[in-house]
């Protein structure tokens, strides 16, 4: 059974930080990995989807790694902006499964970015 | 860019009463799914289904819940009978198979049982 962690579960930066989301599951046999954003009350918003062959994603300023064999992920956001602020969310599919398996989601790190 | 389609955005229902919510998933994704997140914890997995059968449910998923795609368009979670903790966020999501592709969300209904 696939568990997903995530930490911290809060952070809260001053605006133009750097920053750093951790990831980790428990069975690395996975297909790909999806981190998300969810603004409060409002729905998943995919951010990047890492394939098992790939190390990293990125999209503007951010960038996702995914290193299987320490079954773990980080989400890198870079000058972070008060826009920023919301829920990320990360998600791994059942182990060996295809991509179209049910996901495993994190409790999900709460993150501020203050003016 | 293509949505997953959700209505109605919030349902309040009477405990006991039937509810149907519905979703638009992509038109060219084959595999659909629903999801829920009780106010303040992890999004949790439901259902999912593909040709026209489930493929998969969770403990969740009992007697009281049911998955319909009636057309070639819409794709619908029944709740028969509900309870006070049924009240949470259901998100309905697709996926497009092929190497690369991601799920897609839909913005949620959220259900609210008194």
């Known amino acids: 059974k696939q568990e997903v962690t995530q930490i911290p579960a809060a952070l809260s930066v001053p605006e133009g930080e750097n920053l750093v989301l951790n990831c980790s599951f428990t069975?690395?046999?996975?297909?790909?990995l999806q981190w998300f954003r969810q603004d409060p009350g409002k729905g998943l918003t995919s951010l990047l989807l890492i394939q098992s062959s790939q190390r990293e994603q990125t999209s503007g300023r951010l960038n996702a790694s995914l290193d299987k064999s320490s079954g773990r992920s980080t989400l890198y956001i870079a000058a972070s902006q008060p826009g920023d602020s919301a829920t990320y969310l990360c998600a791994a599919p059942n182990a060996g499964g295809t991509s179209y398996g049910k996901l495993t989601f994190g409790q999900g790190t709460i993150l501020t970015v203050h003016p | 860019e293509p949505e997953v389609t959700q209505t109605p955005s919030h349902q309040v229902t009477q405990m006991g009463q039937e509810v149907i919510l519905r979703c638009v998933p992509i038109?060219?994704?084959?595999?659909f799914y629903w999801y829920r997140q009780i106010l303040g914890q992890k999004v949790e997995f439901l259902v999912s289904?593909?040709?026209?059968?489930?493929?998969?449910k969770s403990e969740i998923f009992d007697d009281q819940f049911s998955v319909e795609r009636p057309d070639g368009s819409n794709f619908t979670l029944k709740i028969r009978s509900t309870k006070l903790e049924d009240s949470a966020m259901y998100f309905c999501?697709?996926?497009?198979?092929?190497?690369?592709?991601?799920?897609?969300f839909g913005s949620g209904t959220r259900l609210t049982v008194v």
């Open positions: 289904f593909y040709n026209n059968e489930i493929s998969e």
């Open positions: 069975d690395s046999a996975i297909y790909n």
């Open positions: 999501a697709s996926v497009r198979t092929g190497y690369g592709y991601g799920y897609t």
């Open positions: 038109s060219n994704h084959l595999y």
